[in-house]
T-cell receptor, first 111, second 114 residues
Framework: SQQGEEDPQALSIQEGENATMNCSYK?????LQWYRQNSGRGLVHLIL?????REKHSGRLRVTLDTSKKSSSLLITASRAADTASYFCAPLGTGGFKTIFGAGTRLFVKA | KAGVTQTPRYLIKTRGQQVTLSCSPI?????VSWYQQTPGQGLQFLFEYFSETQRNKGNFPGRFSGRQFSNSRSEMNVSTLELGDSALYLC?????????????FGPGTRLTVT
């Protein structure tokens, strides 16, 4: 298992703008997942991208994966105040069973 | 299908006491993982149980223990509570051991140690 590291630690934008968060990891992965956490609550699964995929979309979410750079990005387009939350990436390494979460990116969307 | 449930939702204990938290996974899910989340340390993995066996373990002291029952429900126990154990404890369930599973999280138990 391995841990993803999100960047930036915090991001503040205006409603309607796009938000981009990045995730880096260290070893080979089977897949990488993104989760959202609203303040003090459980995590909600957003999207899973497999190691043989380069881009995936889900509604206003766009995830890219670059296995050569061991990095992923999450783009939220046309952000809304309700998108205010912490976002975590969870890379699942080829050798392990468990996803380990990083510190997350805290996104603030101002109305 | 009912989601992951955790009980209790809030708990206040005194230093030195012990506590047991409970997690009921989604019906049919066999894997339960536990996480501790604090403002300073972020989200940290405690352990994972699959079919009543501990399959993975994080770097926590032996005061933190868990178990899983035949119906996949899991409990987590913390003995000799310390102030630093105050945190949000999250459990997550997965269907099985497949590598492309997503985790479904419960709402968490907020533990405060005074």
């Amino acid at each position: 298992s391995q841990q993803g590291e999100e960047d930036p630690q915090a991001l503040s934008i205006q409603e309607g703008e796009n938000a981009t968060m990045n995730c880096s990891y260290k070893t080979s992965i089977n897949n990488l997942q993104w989760y959202r956490q609203n303040s003090g609550r459980g995590l909600v699964h957003l999207i899973l991208i497999r190691s043989n995929e380069r881009e995936k979309h889900s509604g206003r979410l766009r995830v890219t994966l670059d296995t050569s750079k061991k990095s992923s990005s999450l783009l939220i387009t046309a952000s809304r105040a309700a998108d205010t939350a912490s976002y975590f990436c969870a890379p699942l390494g080829t050798g392990g069973f468990k996803t380990i979460f990083g510190a997350g990116t805290r996104l603030f969307v101002k109305a | 299908k009912a989601g992951v449930t955790q009980t209790p939702r809030y708990l206040i204990k005194t230093r030195g006491q012990q506590v047991t938290l409970s997690c009921s996974p989604i019906s049919g899910h066999r894997s339960v993982s536990w996480y501790q989340q604090t403002p300073g340390q972020g989200l940290q993995f405690l352990f994972e149980y699959f079919s009543e066996t501990q399959r993975n373990k994080g770097n926590f002291p032996g005061r933190f223990s868990g178990r899983q029952f035949s119906n996949s429900r899991s409990e987590m126990n913390v003995s000799t509570l310390e102030l630093g154990d105050s945190a949000l404890y999250l459990c997550a369930s997965e269907k099985d051991g497949a590598i492309n599973n997503e985790q479904y999280f419960g709402p968490g138990t907020r533990l405060t140690v005074t």
